[in-house]
């Protein structure tokens, strides 16, 4: 059921509730779940040490190998009878990790998911094109779920097929599109190779795009490809799937349902809780997932928190922006360079596309390349000067990067494009250990 007051809680009452579910979710963790029992015994706490909700950082943090760990049944605190479904991650960083569902959990998810749909401006009465992955990846029917529980009408069209898309995106001029923000752009693309304006033939009013970071200049692009919307949501398999937070229509910063998940950011390094507004490792606690709870889970994504009142109305804190994985950072000649600030460094520079890659390898020292396409309108231009376009984005990349990354412009569509994330970053530095030592 769509609970369309949560979104409205007031701050007071949201942590009121927070505390109350978290007292009662440590003791459900430690009494069915035989791996938070025995943490919690190593670590010399009982659950009725967590009396406030400040108390959380008293509870230790749960990873993704332990989940990993708990193959394929995950870490469950219900008997499998009582699981209505299995997920697992799409496996971007090693073996895919399984989560499970009780008919509750379902429930929630499709609140969360709907909040979603609603807080970016979605109506009931709106066609959703849903071209997440259906199956095990929690995205397609994440996306669907909620749609439904909001009253959409879904097409179900999952990935690829990208002609099939584009006729649909006309033939039923659907309202809200569902895919992955690299997706959207490569549909605007090939809308365009099969003839359609997707301005004047289709319809789009509004966005979900997620599953993988992207920048304020690819939502400049794609609201501009489509006269739409284009709205962050963020989640994560463990986390339910997609849902946890959402761009309300001010796009500054992603509210997540903390009725739902409680968030700390930490210092990757320390696990010390930093400060509100702090860049740091996001760590999320599920209030009420029953069939696999997770306390303090770490994410792993980094970014920040604010409390801040929103213009929205919403008084659920935001993320206010996610730079990726730490474990998606690069360590180049000893400099963190995040594929994030690679994106924002190229799409500052006027006349270079949305399609890139990055590849690291290893002559005696790291070296960082950087492939990128030129935008097609600029390369058809009489205007178009690769030299200056070269330098011009070259620079922007050092001031970003603190390095110095080696450049090659590529012609319009030459990097392969992706139905779902893209695979932007190409680490060879291994490959070339591997051949010295041979
Ligand atoms: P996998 O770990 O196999 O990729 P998921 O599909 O559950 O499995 O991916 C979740 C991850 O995707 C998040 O941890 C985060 O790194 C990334 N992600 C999801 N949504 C966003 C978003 N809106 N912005 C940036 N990254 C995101
Ligand atoms: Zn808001």
């Known amino acids: 059921m769509f609970n369309e007051k949560a979104q409205k809680m007031k701050l007071d009452d949201i942590r009121e509730l927070q505390e109350e579910r978290l007292l009662k979710q440590v003791r459900y963790a430690y009494e069915n779940v035989p791996m938070y029992k025995k943490r919690f015994k190593e670590e010399g706490i009982k659950p009725s040490d967590i009396k406030k909700l400040e108390d959380v950082s008293k509870v230790p943090f749960t990873v993704k190998d332990d989940l990993r760990d708990h193959y394929p049944y995950g ?44 807080a970016a401006g979605a109506k009931p009465e709106y066609i959703v094109q849903n071209a997440y992955g259906y199956g095990l990846f929690t995205g397609g029917l994440g996306f669907h779920q909620g749609a439904e529980v909001l009253g959409c009408s879904v097409l179900p069209t999952s990935t690829g097929n990208t ?39 289709f319809d789009l009013k509004v966005g979900m795009f997620g599953a993988e970071p992207w920048s304020e200049e690819a939502r400049d692009s794609i609201e501009e490809s489509y006269d739409m919307k284009a709205q962050d949501v963020y989640g994560m398999s463990e986390l339910y799937g997609p849902g946890v937070a959402i761009e309300c229509s001010e796009q500054k910063g992603l509210h997540i349902w903390s009725d739902h998940f409680l968030v700390e ?43 801040e009142e929103c213009e929205c109305g919403r008084k659920h804190p935001r993320i206010e ?17 995040f594929p994030s600030q690679v994106e924002d460094a190229l799409l500052e520079t006027e006349g270079i596309a949305e399609h890139y890659q990055i590849i690291v390898d290893r002559d005696v020292l790291d070296r960082l390349f950087v492939r990128a396409e030129v935008d097609r309108d600029y390369y058809e231009s009489d205007e178009y000067d690769e030299e200056k376009l070269k330098e011009e984005a070259s620079e922007n990349l050092k001031a970003v990067l603190n390095i110095n990354a080696r450049l090659k412009l590529l012609q319009p569509g030459s990097l392969p494009r992706t139905v779902g994330k893209a695979k932007r970053v190409i680490d060879q530095r291994e490959e070339h250990d591997r051949i010295e030592e041979l």
């Open 75 to 118: 870490i469950l605190a219900v008997p499998k009878e009582k699981v209505v479904r299995f997920h697992a991650s799409s496996g971007t960083t090693g073996t895919p990790t399984v989560v499970a569902y009780n008919r509750k959990d379902m429930d929630v998810w499709g609140d969360l998911m709907a909040r979603c749909y609603d």
């Open 163 to 201: 002609k099939k898309q584009v006729t649909m995106l006309n033939d039923f001029k659907t309202d809200v599109l569902a895919c992955t923000p690299s997706y959207a752009i490569y549909l605007a693309e090939a809308a365009e190779k099969h003839g359609y304006d997707p301005i004047e033939d």
């Open 265 to 307: 950011t930490i210092d990757p390094n320390t696990g010390e809780v930093l400060p509100e507004g702090e860049k740091g490792e996001l760590v999320f606690t599920m209030l009420t997932r029953e069939a696999m709870p997770l306390l303090r889970y770490r994410t792993k994504d980094v970014g920040s928190v604010t409390y």
């Open 321 to 337: 922006s996610i730079d990726g994985r730490s474990d998606d950072m690069l360590i180049v000649g000893g400099v963190n360079v």
